[in-house]
């Protein structure tokens, strides 16, 4: 029986202002403006092997900081942005023709949990007794 090739199944994630965070299908066809809902979807590159994208007309509309994202992207730079605006996505590399290749599942959940962790660090208020 010959081989066959199993098609990798690949992601982006999608973090609003309100902290909801969404795991999108992305194939060949996916782009970045049409996940955010934007007419030009700007890249913040992070590592090699991943971008995070916010939309170019986020303060002219006035959309809401966004946080978790900020939060997100302290773990990948050490002086994020000030401002991140509206939602964000986050996906793969980009190629020399301009696609945006998708995040696998597990690229996808250790953004999720980098977003815990430091969520997890913060110092909260001791109880007193």
Not at 60 to 88: C, F, I, M, T
Not at 114 to 122: D, G, P
């Amino acid at each position: 029986m010959p081989a066959t090739a199993t098609a990798v199944k690949t992601f982006a994630l999608w973090v609003s202002p309100t902290g909801t965070f969404r795991l999108l299908h992305w194939d060949a066809t996916s782009t970045p403006d049409h996940a955010l809902g934007c007419d030009t979807a700007c890249p913040v590159d992070l590592t090699t092997q991943l971008i995070m994208w916010v939309d170019d007309d986020a303060f002219p509309l006035g959309k809401a900081p966004n946080k978790p994202a900020h939060a997100l992207l302290g773990a990948y730079q050490s002086r994020p942005v000030p401002h991140l605006l509206g939602e964000v996505l986050f996906t793969g590399s980009t190629d020399a023709e301009g696609t945006t290749f998708g995040l696998t599942l597990d690229q996808a959940l250790i953004l999720v949990d980098r977003y815990l962790q430091r969520i997890a660090l913060l110092p909260r208020q001791r109880n007193r007794r």
